[in-house]
Structures are given as C-alpha cells and as structure tokens.
C-alpha cells in the first residue's frame, strides 16, 4: 500500500542494542527493511492492544497444546 509522504512522520529513536539487534533480525527475517519490520511490529501491537481490550485472549498453540500469552497489566 502506497502511502503519501506528507501522512509520514519521521521518528529518530534509541533502542538498546539487544532491541535493536532483534529489530535487524526480524528484518532479515522478513526480507525488509528495518523501517518497515517496525511497522509491522507496531501493527501488530496494536492489533494484540485491541484484542486485549475487547476481551479476546491470544492463544499460542505448539505440539497441539494451547497456552495464553498474558500482558503485564498497564
């Protein structure tokens, strides 16, 4: 989805290395650059946010047992 450059906002931010490190790999990861791994990353935050907010639990499922991934209150 192309995106006009005056609906951009343009952030300098300082991560701690082991944040940043994990930021370049889910970029590699992803083929992407690392802007637009913090993208997601952020889509999917705010999607898990409003999850939460309804009420809805996120489920991780491996070996065919379920757990619920539960945020620290805020």
């Known amino acids: 989805m192309a995106t ?6 343009r ?3 300082d991560l ?3 944040e940043a490190t ?3 790999e889910l970029a590699a990861r992803q083929g992407v650059t690392m802007t637009e791994a913090l993208r997601r990353a ?3 935050e705010g999607l898990l ?10 489920l991780l499922e ?5 757990r619920e ?3 620290a209150s805020r």
């Open 4 to 9: 006009d450059t005056s609906d951009k906002v």
């Open 11 to 13: 952030l300098t931010a």
């Open 16 to 18: 701690p290395f082991a």
């Open 22 to 24: 994990i930021l370049k």
């Open 42 to 44: 952020i889509a999917t």
């Open 49 to 58: 946010r409003d999850r939460r907010d309804d009420g809805s639990k996120v």
């Open 62 to 66: 491996k070996d065919g047992q379920y």
């Open 69 to 71: 991934l539960v945020f």
